[in-house]
């Protein structure tokens, strides 16, 4: 059973920074692109950024470029999200996803980190 | 830019409904790489459909997908109480880039 457990949410001051981490089981976790999207609570589902199986290519939604770094460790099956410069507008849940289907679709989530920004 | 969602839509158990997700030539209407996702409050995202129409395997298939030029669909047959969800569509936008729409609130009736 392919399981994703998002960690390392939590409250930071705007201009703080946080790591989100996601542990990755269940399949082969170096065979499979990767994804972080983002829910604002009540609201919708904006795509943050997609790393390739091998990490060799990242690309990142323009709110988020500049400011997160996403990266992963295929021999921890780990993926990891560093975001700076944060912003109120970065509250939200955040979820790992695997890129399924040969990549073109992200089907599993993981339960999803909760990520405050507030003074 | 997001992908066009109506904010809810409505039926009567038992019978059909049909969310429409409108893009553009740069998204959905580049690509057969429409996917539409259930989500329960509370709840991560479901995978219903991939590829525009296929069903992975559990979901039921009361559960279908189309598209038309730049605009994709999904229909629900036989709406059942637990169908009661948000829905959201996804489409690959070219360059590793995916779009989301803004979520269509359905309520059976």
């Known amino acids: 059973e392919v399981q994703l457990l998002e960690s390392g949410g939590g409250l930071v001051q705007p201009g703080g920074s946080l790591r989100l981490s996601c542990a990755a089981s269940g399949f082969t976790f170096s065979s499979f692109g990767m994804n972080w999207v983002r829910q604002v609570p009540g609201k919708g589902l904006e795509w943050v950024s997609y790393i390739t199986s091998s990490g060799s290519s990242i690309n990142y939604a323009d709110s988020v470029k500049g400011r997160f770094t996403m990266s992963r460790d295929n021999a921890k099956n780990s993926l990891y999200l560093q975001m700076n410069s944060l912003r109120d507008e970065d509250t939200a849940v955040y979820y790992c996803a695997r890129a399924g289907y040969g990549g073109n679709t992200p089907d599993h989530w993981g339960q999803g980190t909760l990520v405050t920004v507030s003074s | 830019s997001a992908l066009t969602q109506p904010a809810s839509v409505s039926g009567s158990a038992g019978q059909s409904i049909t969310i429409s997700c409108t893009g553009t030539s740069s998204d959905v209407g580049a690509y057969n790489l429409v996917s539409w996702y259930q989500q329960h409050p509370g709840k991560a995202p479901k995978h219903m459909i991939y590829?525009?129409?296929k069903r992975p395997s559990g979901v039921s298939n009361r559960f279908s997908g189309s598209k038309s030029g730049n605009t994709a669909s999904l229909t629900i047959s036989g709406l059942q109480a637990e169908d009661e969800a948000d829905y959201y569509c996804c489409s690959y936008g070219g360059y590793n880039t995916w779009v989301f729409g803004g979520g269509t609130e359905l309520t059976v009736l």
């Open positions: 590829e525009g129409s």
